[in-house]
C-alpha cells in the first residue's frame, strides 16, 4: 500500500512521513485492515482490493459512503466513532484512513444503551434515506429518499429479495410480505433516527477510558427498531443494555414481530453475501412473519 504515503501530509501527518510499520488487523469479512504506524502518528488503514463482486470504483464508493456516515455519526455527538481522514485509490481498489482508537472489549453496555437512544433521538430531516447509497456488508443500500419509512423499507426488501432470485414458496413469501407491509405498521407514528445500520457486537467496543465507540456504520435515517434486530441476531449485549436504551425509547406495540421483519433483511443480504447456508433461516422468518 504505498500509495497511502502519498496521502499522509493532507491528513494533518508531518511532510516527511514515511510508513515504518504495518499490522494487520484481524475480524473484518469485507476488508482488509491494518494498524499503520509513521514516524510521529497511528492510522486505521481499511482496503478493498477489486474482484468480481466489486469493482474498482465500488470499492472507492463502498468508502466514500463510509466516511461520509462516520461524520454524520460524528455531528450528533452522542455517540464515538473513529474520525474517518482520506479515500483514496490503491492500483487495484481503494483505501480508507481513520483515527487509530486503542479499543479494549466493551464492559458499560448500560451506557452504551443510553448513548445509543440519544443518537436516535437527535433531531434530522423530515424524510427517511441518507444523502447516498452505501453498503451492508458488500451489497449496496438503497437510501433514496422517501416520504414515509414503510417506502424505504419496501425498497430494501425488494432490492435484497431480487438480489436473493427466490424461487416458488420463497418468492411467493416475499412477494406477499412486500403487499402487506404497510400493515405491520398502522398505528405508528414513526420519526426519521440516525441508526448506524450495521451495529453487532464486532462493531462495537470501547476506547481506553471504557467509553463506547461503533465503527463499520452502514448509516441511515430510518426507524430506530430496526437497529436493534442485527444487534439481537448475534448477541454479546447484556439485558443492561436494553433496559437502559428502553429507558429512553420505550417499545411500541408490534415490537417483537417487526424485529423479525429487520432480522429478515439482514438474514436474507447474509444469504446474498454468504450462500445457502442462510436459506433455511429466511424461509422460517417468512413463514413466522406471515403466519
Not at 50 to 72: I, R, V, W
Amino acid at each position: 500500500m504505498a500509495e497511502i504515503t502519498k496521502v499522509l501530509p493532507h491528513i494533518g501527518a508531518a511532510p516527511d512521513s514515511r510508513i515504518t510499520r504495518m499490522t494487520p488487523v484481524s475480524g473484518g469479512c469485507i476488508s482488509t485492515a491494518h494498524i499503520v504506524e509513521t514516524s510521529d502518528q497511528k492510522y486505521f488503514v481499511k482496503s478493498h482490493t477489486a474482484d468480481s463482486f466489486m469493482t474498482k470504483q465500488m470499492c472507492k464508493s463502498m468508502f466514500e459512503a463510509e466516511l461520509h456516515g462516520l461524520n454524520a455519526l460524528r455531528h450528533t455527538h452522542t455517540i464515538r466513532v473513529p474520525q474517518p481522514l482520506r479515500v483514496g485509490d490503491l492500483s487495484s481498489g481503494a483505501f480508507l484512513i481513520l483515527e487509530y482508537i486503542p479499543l479494549t472489549r466493551l464492559r458499560d453496555h448500560r451506557k452504551l444503551g443510553h448513548q445509543l437512544a440519544n443518537l436516535h433521538l437527535f433531531e434530522g430531516p423530515s424524510q427517511f434515506g441518507f444523502d447516498t447509497n452505501n453498503y451492508i456488508g458488500s451489497t449496496m443500500q438503497p437510501n433514496g429518499w422517501h416520504d414515509t419509512w414503510v417506502d424505504l423499507l419496501q425498497e430494501r426488501l425488494q432490492y435484497q429479495f431480487d438480489c436473493a432470485q427466490f424461487t416458488g414458496h420463497m418468492k411467493n413469501m416475499a412477494d406477499k410480505l412486500i403487499r402487506r407491509l404497510t400493515q405491520f405498521f398502522k398505528g405508528l407514528d414513526i420519526r426519521p433516527s440516525l441508526v448506524h445500520g450495521d451495529l453487532w457486537a464486532g462493531n462495537c467496543a470501547a476506547d481506553s477510558s471504557g467509553e463506547p465507540v461503533v465503527f463499520d456504520p452502514a448509516v441511515y435515517w430510518g426507524h430506530h427498531e430496526a437497529e436493534l434486530s442485527i444487534m439481537r441476531m448475534f448477541g454479546g449485549f447484556t439485558l443492561d443494555f436494553y433496559d437502559a436504551y428502553h429507558e429512553r425509547i420505550p417499545r411500541a406495540p408490534g415490537f417483537e414481530l417487526r424485529a423479525q421483519i429487520y432480522e429478515l433483511y439482514h438474514t436474507v443480504n447474509h444469504y446474498n453475501m454468504f450462500g445457502s447456508g442462510y436459506l433455511d433461516q429466511c424461509q422460517r422468518l417468512l413463514e413466522r412473519i406471515l403466519q
